[in-house]
């Protein structure tokens, strides 16, 4: 019986001390970049309990629905002209580095940061002005084994941990 109400006192206090509330921004919505420029966009995030625990932080930068640059544990830029730097990453900056930017990277682009169980975006826009200079277009690697990871339910790996987490704790409170 103490075994019970321990594992129900977990179940009902953990969720209120193990997840923070996070706070999305960016400082500007329209950003304006020169071809073949680097162009800086900016997503910070700030979550009410510090230091950030990357155990459960993903942060993923998309532009017309592929993958540009992901953090799940590591960093992993998709484009070989695109920068996500892990060091800021600790001080809730997830802003993106495009080098080299062209015609073909204008429009809208995504930062989705999932703090467990938060999850926020910003929708920066970006312009690209100027014509005529040749600048080299991101290449795109396409590893099929981490676009998207997600299981076939449309969870993330982060969604997945809490839910095995609060399954097994109502397993063991069913027994």
Not at 38 to 60: K, R
Not at 100 to 117: I, N, W
Not at 142 to 164: C, F, P, W, Y
Request: proline share 4%; charged share 20%; hydrophobic share 40%.
């Amino acid at each position: 019986m103490a075994l019970q109400s321990f594992l129900l006192f977990l179940l009902l206090y953990a969720p209120f001390t193990c997840y923070a509330v996070m706070v999305i921004r960016t400082s500007t919505h329209n950003v304006v970049a020169s071809q073949c420029s680097d162009v800086l966009l900016d997503c910070q995030f700030v979550p009410d309990v510090m230091p950030i625990n990357f155990g459960i932080l993903f942060v993923t930068w998309k532009f017309q629905g592929q993958n540009v640059a992901v953090f799940d544990e590591k960093v992993e830029n998709k484009w070989s002209t695109a920068q996500l730097f892990p060091e800021e990453l600790q001080k809730g900056n997830a802003s993106l580095l495009l080098r080299r930017v062209e015609k073909s990277m204008e429009g809208q682009y995504v930062c989705e940061v999932l703090y467990a169980p938060d999850k926020e975006f910003v929708k920066p826009t970006l312009k690209v002005t100027g014509q005529g200079k040749d600048c080299s277009h991101p290449s795109l690697s396409m590893d099929s084994r981490r676009q998207g990871e997600h299981n076939g339910i449309g969870r993330s790996k982060g969604e997945r941990t809490v839910l095995a987490f609060v399954g097994m704790l109502l397993a063991l409170l069913l027994q």
